[in-house]
């Protein structure tokens, strides 16, 4: 035990509120709870919104889409990965009762017959063979006392892993809920990406009506048509990949709900709009809402599991206490089984000590402190990748933001210059190419809008996402 506290000391962990330190060289680092609370805020970065840390676990109901909440709903019950991470929680469990069965002797039984032959001709020529047979019944009983704690460091090592289990859980259902919500909403885009170029398809093939009649008519030269022609045809080159991004949609989703195509709700092939609702999440305490998320849980997690491996390997230098003891009887009648003479016991107090082994138990115990020193290390690295994708999210978030706003108005300019030079056009005021120019201008600033109104609400699920989820520690 001295041992332990004095390891402990030179790696400096402190799993104490969060906070983890680890010390190399007498340099320390710590992580989370000091450094990380005074120098980042989230808030800051959204203008110096600052509310409450209660974020919703069930965040993606704020975009208030019913058809959303159904696809998460079935896919929290049927994924595949959600369910094997279920089932590993029940695996930790087992292991756990398994470990704990240590502290209780393993008692047995045995009841068997047996008959024996000797040779007669082992004391000499002329002896006769010796034959015998009997009954006999033996109760056995083992145990090893968890003097030392050996038994005590295992089971604490198997509480652990099912924290860590439970962990991963909730991180599989923070991934799938994301990943459900950012196909859905890509799903969406596509399908009004193509509403758009099948609209825009419908309004240049009036356009290139009118050029051939008034090529037929002698107004204009050929060069309208062909150039009213590529336009037209142009946009509807486009239709069949929007179409395959939409079948490969629906197939991605299928997948994330543990389905077909074929047995995806009906109505998600209705005329599903992108959600105008951005809402704004509630930051709190920086420290607060990045303990909630799964992963950090599991990382801290992992360096209890980490810790306790390193006690099992340490004790493995103390000795260890175990108690045989059996009953039984013997006899060649079995009516005489259960007669005084008969029975036979035997009591084997044994302490046991490895005095040497070659080394192998100073190669586990630093096997196991290496464990533990990268459990630290992932554990940082965890923290500072939590905070690179929450300001990712928020900076992406404020940019789609600025540019939905900016690009609306050019795509509302870009409609009016549609319109006025196609008038122009009639009147005979101006050439073809202004036309073709202001329609696909106007094509592709809308496309970018809806692109960018996709792109805001899937930054939105990423933060949501780096947020942990909205679970709670």
């Not at 860590?164 to 950012?182: N, R």
Request: glycine letters at 6%; hydrophobic letters at 40%.
């Amino acid at each position: 035990m001295t041992h332990f506290s004095s390891l402990k000391q030179v790696f400096g962990i402190a799993l104490l509120c969060g906070t983890v330190l680890i010390a190399k060289g007498g340099e320390s680092r710590d992580y989370l709870r000091s450094n990380l609370a005074s120098s980042w805020n989230p808030g800051d970065e959204f203008g110096g919104v600052q509310s409450s840390c209660d974020l919703n676990r069930q965040w993606w109901s704020t975009f208030e889409d019913p058809m959303l909440d159904s696809l998460i709903a079935i896919g929290e019950r049927n994924n595949y990965d959600v369910a094997i991470a279920a089932r590993r929680i029940d695996i930790s469990r087992q292991a756990l009762r398994q470990t704990e069965s240590a502290y209780y002797p393993q008692i047995g039984i045995s009841l068997g017959w047996q008959r024996d032959r000797q040779s007669g001709r082992l004391a000499g020529r002329s002896g006769l063979p010796v034959t015998s047979s009997y009954f006999s019944g033996t109760a056995n009983m083992s145990w090893e006392v968890d003097v030392f704690g050996k038994i005590r460091a295992q089971a604490k090592r198997g509480k652990a892993q099912i924290k860590v289990s439970a962990a991963e859980y909730d991180g599989a259902l923070v991934a799938l809920d994301a990943e459900i919500a950012s196909t859905y909403i890509n799903l969406l885009v596509y399908r009004t990406q193509l509403a758009v170029a099948i609209n825009h398809s419908e309004n240049q093939k009036h356009i290139l009506d009118i050029t051939e009649t008034r090529h037929r008519t002698g107004l204009v030269s050929k060069l309208d048509v062909a150039q009213a022609s590529t336009l037209y045809y142009s946009t509807i080159a486009s239709i069949p990949l929007l179409e395959a991004s939409i079948e490969a949609s629906y197939n991605s989703l299928a997948v994330l709900l543990g389905t077909t195509k074929d047995n995806l709700p009906e109505g998600l092939y209705a005329d599903c709009v992108l959600p105008d609702h951005y809402p704004m999440p509630a930051l709190g305490a920086p420290i607060d809402l990045l303990r909630r998320r799964p992963d950090i849980v599991a990382a801290e997690r992992s360096i209890e599991v980490a810790v306790a491996s390193l006690g099992i390997a340490r004790s493995a230098y103390l000795p260890s206490l175990s108690i045989a003891a059996s009953a039984g009887t013997e006899a060649h009648s079995f009516g005489d089984l259960f007669s005084g003479p008969s029975f036979s016991y035997s009591i084997a107090p044994t302490l046991s000590w490895t005095l040497f082994d070659g080394l192998s138990r100073r190669a586990a115990t630093l096997e196991a402190r290496q464990e533990l020193e990268n459990e630290v290390e992932n554990y940082n690295l965890t923290v500072i990748t939590a905070i690179e994708e929450v300001r990712t999210a928020i900076a992406r978030y404020k940019a789609t933001q600025e540019y939905i706003s900016r690009t609306a108005k050019v795509v509302e300019n870009s409609e009016e210059a549609v319109r006025l030079s196609l008038d122009q056009y009639k009147q005979g005021l101006t050439g073809f190419y202004n036309v073709a120019e202001a329609q696909l201008n106007y094509l592709t600033y809308q496309n970018s809008l809806v692109s960018a109104r996709g792109n805001a609400l899937t930054a939105l699920i990423d933060l949501y996402k780096a947020l942990g989820g909205g679970y709670s520690l």
